[in-house]
């Protein structure tokens, strides 16, 4: 409790701060997170294994409230950046290529206070990506609530560009004008973010699709228009 208030606290201070320069201030946070030791034990994990694309992000407060709108003063473990992604290829989970969702981060930019987790990854609007991802729209408590990444840089990689893909992780090619995307399973290479010390491998991805008898590999309709 006296951590949380000295943080707290030191935020007020670099806010003032920041507001009297007009410069932006970093705020880091942190977070006792589950480490896995394995692809295999992450996908157990997980709800949902996906290949998507990332759409566009808003900010948002998250707490045992809900969404909400981010008000003038905020508690920083409550600040999310909200990724609307749509989803190119399911490998696990109760959703359909096509699908649009919405992955929640920890931390964003609120005026001139940048709340940053310490262990942060950055997902950039445009970019092809694989995510691990805990995904319950219909809990009863949280209803409609975004899904959360298992951590924040061992659930998360980058997809290369692949003949008929989509994009890079620099977020520069938004908006794919093909008819259709090239299933990463049939050609592609997968990109372990900075920090992650797991490698995810097609392999791995045509097992988990094996192990939830999803059929993975065929041309994805672009939804696109």
Same mark, same amino acid.
């Given at each position: 409790?006296?951590?949380?208030?000295?943080?707290?606290?030191?935020?007020?201070?670099?806010?003032?701060?920041?507001?009297?320069?007009?410069?932006?201030?970093?705020?880091?946070?942190? &977070?006792?997170?589950?480490?896995?030791?394995?692809?295999?034990?992450?996908?157990?994990? &997980?709800?949902?294994?996906?290949?998507?694309?990332?759409?566009?992000?808003?900010?948002?407060?998250?707490?045992?409230?809900?969404?909400?709108?981010?008000?003038?003063?905020?508690?920083?473990?409550?600040?999310?950046?909200?990724?609307?992604?749509?989803?190119?290829?399911?490998?696990? @989970?109760?959703?359909?290529?096509?699908?649009?969702?919405?992955?929640?981060?920890? !931390?964003?930019?609120?005026?001139?206070?940048?709340?940053?987790?310490?262990?942060?990854?950055?997902?950039?609007?445009? !970019?092809?990506?694989?995510?691990?991802?805990?995904?319950?729209?219909?809990?009863?408590?949280?209803?409609?609530?975004?899904?959360?990444?298992?951590?924040?840089?061992? &659930?998360?990689?980058?997809?290369?560009?692949?003949?008929? @893909?989509?994009?890079?992780?620099?977020?520069?090619?938004?908006?794919?004008?093909?008819?259709?995307?090239?299933?990463?399973?049939?050609? @592609?290479?997968?990109?372990?973010?900075? !920090?992650?010390?797991?490698?995810?491998?097609?392999?791995?991805?045509?097992?988990?699709?094996?192990?939830?008898?999803?059929?993975? !590999?065929?041309?994805?309709?672009?939804?696109?228009?």
């Amino acid at each position: 409790m006296k951590k949380l208030l000295l943080i707290l606290i030191t935020i007020s201070i670099i806010s003032g701060l920041a507001a009297c320069r007009n410069e932006t201030e970093r705020v880091y946070i942190s &977070a006792d997170w589950q480490e896995w030791r394995s692809i295999e034990e992450l996908a157990s994990e &997980a709800t949902h294994v996906l290949r998507v694309e990332v759409l566009n992000e808003r900010l948002e407060l998250l707490n045992r409230f809900g969404l909400q709108s981010v008000p003038p003063s905020i508690d920083p473990y409550e600040l999310y950046t909200i990724h609307q992604v749509r989803i190119l290829e399911v490998f696990q @989970g109760d959703v359909a290529p096509g699908d649009i969702i919405d992955v929640a981060q920890v !931390g964003g930019r609120l005026g001139n206070i940048e709340v940053v987790n310490k262990d942060h990854v950055s997902i950039l609007t445009g !970019g092809d990506f694989i995510f691990f991802l805990f995904y319950n729209p219909e809990n009863p408590l949280f209803p409609n609530s975004p899904a959360g990444l298992m951590n924040p840089w061992q &659930a998360i990689y980058h997809v290369a560009s692949t003949d008929g @893909g989509i994009s890079n992780n620099q977020g520069d090619n938004a908006t794919n004008t093909q008819n259709t995307y090239t299933s990463i399973i049939q050609r @592609g290479q997968i990109e372990s973010l900075p !920090g992650n010390d797991l490698t995810l491998t097609i392999e791995d991805l045509k097992a988990i699709a094996e192990q939830n008898k999803i059929e993975v !590999g065929m041309p994805i309709q672009s939804a696109t228009e």
